[in-house]
C-alpha cells in the first residue's frame, strides 16, 4: 500500500502532514499533522514517519464546496485562514512510501495557481531509512526546494 506524507518549512517552522486516498482516487490532507521548530534529523525523521503511518486508502471523499478544507486543522493551529496564506513562501518535500522504499521529492512552490509542483528528476529513494537518513534526505531535500 503506497502512502503520502509531505514536510513544509514555513516561516521557520517545521510541518510534516499526511494524506490519504479517497475512494474516488483522490488524495486529500488527512488531519494528521505536527509541529515541530529546528528539529535535528531523527525528530524530524520520526515525525514524517508518523504522518506516512497515519495515511490511510479507501477514505471518504470530503464536501470542499461547502465544508471546511481538510488542511483546516493545520491553519487553525498556525492562526491562518487560507491555504494560500499558508503556501505563500513555503518549501515543501513529498514523501511517499511503498512497503520499505521511501521516496522524498523536493518541489517547486507555483503558488496559488500552480500549487506544489514535484522535482522527480531530484528524488532520492531510500531503503528501508531510519530517523536519522531519513530526516537527512528530508532536510537535504527542502534545501533543493524554492
Do not use: C
Amino acid at each position: 500500500m503506497t502512502r503520502l506524507a509531505a514536510l513544509d518549512l514555513r516561516r521557520g517552522r517545521y510541518v510534516a502532514h499526511s494524506s490519504s486516498l479517497t475512494g474516488d482516487g483522490m488524495w486529500i490532507a488527512n488531519g494528521a499533522f505536527e509541529l515541530l521548530d529546528e528539529p535535528a534529523d531523527a525528530p524530524l525523521g520520526a515525525a514524517v514517519r508518523r504522518m506516512l503511518d497515519a495515511s490511510r486508502t479507501g477514505v471518504p471523499a470530503p464536501d470542499l464546496r461547502g465544508g471546511p478544507s481538510p488542511f483546516a486543522p493545520v491553519l487553525d493551529a498556525l492562526g491562518l485562514r487560507t491555504w494560500a496564506t499558508y503556501a505563500k513562501g513555503a518549501r515543501h518535500v513529498d514523501v511517499e512510501q511503498d512497503g520499505a522504499t521511501v521516496l522524498v521529492s523536493p518541489t517547486r512552490n507555483g503558488g496559488a495557481r500552480e500549487g506544489f509542483v514535484g522535482l522527480t528528476g531530484q528524488a532520492v529513494r531510500l531503503a528501508a531509512p531510519g530517523d536519522e537518513e531519513l530526516g537527512g534526505a528530508l532536510r537535504a531535500a527542502l534545501d533543493r526546494s524554492s
